[in-house]
Every structure is written in structure tokens, then in C-alpha cells.
């Protein structure tokens, strides 16, 4: 009887399952856990422009969204600038995409170290940037979307013997509480195409 007992105590078939449950749960656990980074890591890739590094389109309207929110709920104010590049297009075709590709890595390097941590720059699409400027009066937002002109106007990128540089447009417009992302662009878009006039009759 006495050895019956012990191998009743030590082969208990109720404890293998029940262990083995716990460890199935640890690892089910482990996987959603890992599953939820994985996602959470394809989602920010997702507004990053691959190339330059900095938010594409995506991720800039979410900033966007999240700005026109804050102000609505505890005012401000702040400016979006939407950049275009003058002359990209003859760089690329004279000297190629990888050489295009060199100018816009530069170019959004020298916006990102010429804003503040609390501004946003995003690139829109092709040689098109977006800029979000934080706790900017008109007069200060005007002022710094012509310094940010002049300053890509001294980006440069060697090719060979060449130095390949681009001009800058910069429409700039106040975010308006109300309004939703696509139309703040579309209005800074407008206001981008305005400058550009004033700056060939310049």
C-alpha cells in the first residue's frame, strides 16, 4: 500500500496536463506579446518615409489631425508650411535619381536641425516637404519660412565635379481650428504655389 501511495503522489496524471497548460499560456502570452511589438513597429514604419527617415504623408496628417485637436481644445496657434524644391526635377533628369535621391536626404537634414524638437517635418511626396511650426506668431511663422528658403538655397551635394543645389518655396498658412488635414495641406499647397510666383518675378 505504502508504494502505491508514493506512486500515486509522484504519477498524478491531473498534474502533468495542469502544468503543461500554464506553460502553453506563458508561451501564448509571450507570442501576443511579441505579435503587439511587431505590429506596433510595422505601424511607425508605416509613417516614415524609408529614404529620408522623417514622416511621409501618412504620418504627417496624423501629426496633423492630433495639432487641429489640440488647438480646438486648448488654443495656440501654429503654422504649416508646405516646401517645394526649384529646380529638382533638372537634377534628377540631368543627373539621376541616386544623385536626386543624395539632395533630399541633405535638404531634410538641414530642416530637421533648423527647427525645434516641438516642430514636425514630413516629407509630402516627391521633392514636397511638409513643416509644422509650434507657438509661431504670423509675423515670426513668415520669418522663419523665408529662413528655411535661404537655407536650402546653401544645401549642396557633390556629383563628380558638379555641385547640385536647389531653390525652395515655402507656402505658409495658420492651422484653422475646424479643419481637417487634407484641407490644411490643400491650403499650403495654394499658398506654395503663390510663392513660387513671387519668387520668379522676384
Known sequence: MADKSVKLKTGNPAVAPAALLLAEMERLKADVA????????????????????????????????????????????????FIDLDGFKAVNDQYGHAAGDALLKAVAHELTGHVRAS????????????????????PQAAAKARDLEKLIETVSVAHGEAQLAVGASAGLVPLV?????????????????????????A
Request: avoid cysteine.
Open 34 to 81: 511579441r505579435a503587439h511589438r511587431t505590429i506596433g513597429e510595422l505601424e511607425a514604419r508605416a509613417d516614415v518615409d524609408p529614404l529620408l527617415d522623417i514622416l511621409n504623408r501618412r504620418g504627417f496628417e496624423r501629426e496633423l489631425k492630433r495639432s487641429l485637436a489640440y488647438l480646438q481644445r486648448y488654443k495656440g496657434e501654429a503654422a504649416l508650411l
Open 119 to 138: 516642430d514636425v517635418v514630413a516629407r509630402l511626396g516627391g521633392d514636397e516637404f511638409g513643416v509644422l511650426l509650434w507657438n509661431l506668431a504670423s
Open 177 to 201: 481650428v475646424g479643419a481637417t488635414p487634407d484641407e490644411m495641406i490643400d491650403t499650403a499647397d495654394k499658398a506654395m504655389y503663390v510663392r513660387k510666383r513671387e519668387r520668379r518675378g
